[in-house]
């Protein structure tokens, strides 16, 4: 934008009424101009890459972080045992994440890793476009302006977080960081949360067996390409593995280690399978899967924080109908009991995660695995408040239900989001693995499964892993859908490939209409109509699917 200040003809012009008058009028001509001929964001259901999306209004802030590339430039051109130090004249920070003074490398292991935080002087300033657009859409939940009960060796600076939440909302500095924790070393000095960035199996073994061996509380989490098929491996589908630990993060790039036997080397191994170290996360027993079907880990200890957090939510005021097994977002938890917001771009976490990790992944990987051994200790200091007392729940890969005070137990089978994920994670694993034995017996194809049904199947994995707060539709619904609608196959043939004998195609023509209905999901209406809905009674389809009636009856 020009600068009027600064010329001379300009500041003439404003000293003569007539002018300034005039230049007003110039400038409000202008701006409505502009409004009456601006084009709203268009509102698209469907993206090719990313599947369902929804373009935000022209009021909501810009929460898309920009990928800070200096320091992802100058990792690839340096040897990787070399450190990496970001450009002093390189691009601007960016919006959203503050940048990283550079990556070191210790001379005890040669492990990169990131001892410098980012600095506090930048929640100074902010956008304050996005400020009046975050009151519109601020949780209606009060959040503490305290900061979180602190409970591991490493707490939260209190400066630091008074400073965040000081911070415009939206802006760099108001989300909650593992930069912000302390800390102190055998001789009482401060000590920072390191980060360890690790691009060889090699590296990964030294730091695991050096840091995080003896643990007994983990966060752990997973990264992978946004729609990788499992054809395509373990790189695309394991590419990034997460461990934190109260003073270290470990972040393995699977996908840039050179191939062998072991990728994982036997340090990371025999932490997963301890069921004696407690490893922590959302989602966690997806994420466990994907490292037994790629990796060979049976992973073991695993805690879901979804379940310790309905549980101490909801037994604190006695709602305890509404303790199941439900996930509930990272974000969202941290937001209540960090009392900080948890970045979750979608530009970042769809982003290509077997490349070299720019500032921004690096940020969020980190801060992903961080936020839930936080919360783990935090939620568990709750519960043990609470009067009577729960116990914790168990480890999630028994599969035993959710224990409240005085010894009940909490039933989830009537929880059909539970039920999907659990199908979903059966489906997913190798034909070698044995799984929970099903109340009922399935009829199961007697040859080799079609590839169509797979590509459906990694789709409703990708879809499962982009709503981590669960989702309405279960997985043959969503199967259905996309065996329909992807892949332009029609009811009757949907049914002949799932199973020998076939399924009714009745029953394929309602799990279609139900993952339409209940997801929200786009279709063709003419395909729809013709293919799906054309012979379903009316009033049934107002009954059960009054969306998919709405789009279709008027032309019947």
Not at 213 to 231: N, Y
Not at 341 to 357: A, C, E, I, M, T
């Amino acid at each position: 934008m020009t600068s009027l200040g600064t010329s001379e003809v300009v500041g003439n012009a404003l000293r003569s009424s007539k002018a300034s008058l005039a230049l007003r009028h110039h400038i409000v001509g202008t701006v409505q101009s502009s409004m009456m001929t601006a084009t709203p964001p268009k509102y698209n259901l469907w993206h090719p890459t990313r599947g369902i999306s929804f373009s935000p209004s022209a009021r909501s802030p810009i929460l898309t972080p920009r990928a800070a590339r200096a320091s992802n430039e100058a990792a690839a051109a340096k040897p990787q045992g070399q450190a990496v130090q970001s450009a002093p004249d390189g691009p601007e920070p960016s919006p959203l994440y503050p940048r990283l003074e550079g990556l070191s490398s210790t001379a005890k292991n040669n492990a990169p890793i990131l001892d410098k935080v980012p600095s506090r002087t930048e929640t100074a300033s902010g956008n304050d476009a996005t400020a009046g657009a975050d009151e519109q859409t601020a949780s209606e939940t009060k959040v503490s302006d305290d900061p979180p009960v602190a409970v591991l060796p490493f707490k939260i600076v209190d400066d630091l977080f008074r400073a965040a939440k000081k911070a415009p909302a939206g802006s760099t500095g108001s989300f909650w960081s593992y930069s912000y924790y302390r800390g102190k070393t055998q001789d009482g000095a401060e000590q920072k949360v390191r980060v360890h960035y690790c691009r060889s199996s090699h590296t990964m073994e030294k730091v695991c067996k050096e840091y995080f061996v003896g643990e007994p509380l983990l966060g752990f989490d997973l990264e992978w390409v946004a729609e990788a098929t499992k054809r395509q491996g373990l790189k695309k589908n394991v590419s990034l593995i997460q461990l934190a630990s109260p003073s270290r993060i470990g972040l393995f790039h699977v996908s840039l280690f050179a191939d062998k036997a072991d990728m994982v080397g036997p340090s990371f191994r025999a932490i997963m399978e301890d069921s004696k170290v407690t490893k922590v996360g959302v989602a966690i027993k997806g994420d466990a899967t994907r490292l037994r079907n790629f990796l060979d880990v049976d992973s073991k200890g695993l805690l879901e924080l979804s379940h310790l957090y309905k549980l101490v939510t909801y037994s604190a005021n006695g709602q305890h109908s509404k303790i199941n097994k439900m996930l509930v977002p990272l974000a969202a938890q941290v937001e209540e009991y960090l009392h900080l917001p948890l970045f979750k771009g979608q530009d970042v976490r769809s982003s290509d995660w077997s490349q070299l990790l720019n500032m921004n992944q690096v940020i969020y990987s980190a801060s992903d695995a961080y936020a839930g051994l936080q919360l783990y200790a935090t939620l568990e200091h709750h519960r043990k408040q609470l009067d009577p007392c729960p116990p914790t729940p168990y480890h999630a890969e028994r599969n035993l239900p959710i224990r409240v005070a005085d010894g009940v137990e909490l039933g989830t089978k009537d929880d059909p989001d539970v039920d999907a994920v659990e199908e979903a994670e059966l489906e997913a694993a190798p034909a070698t693995t044995p799984a929970v034995t099903p109340v009922k017996p399935k009829k199961t194809p007697s040859g080799p499964k079609d590839s169509r049904i797979e590509i459906a199947e990694d789709r409703v994995a990708c879809y499962k892993k982009a709503h981590p707060g669960g989702f309405r539709a279960t997985v043959p619904h969503l199967r259905a859908y996309y065996m329909w609608h992807d892949q332009g196959l029609e009811p009757a043939t949907i049914a002949q490939l799932l199973r020998d004998p076939p399924l009714k195609t009745a029953t394929i023509v309602g799990y279609i209409l139900s993952a339409v209905q209940l997801e929200k999901l786009p279709v063709n209406e003419e395909r729809l109509r013709l293919e799906v809905a054309g012979n379903t009674p009316e009033n049934t389809l107002q009954a059960r699917w009054p969306r998919v009636a709405a789009m279709i009856v008027p032309r019947r």
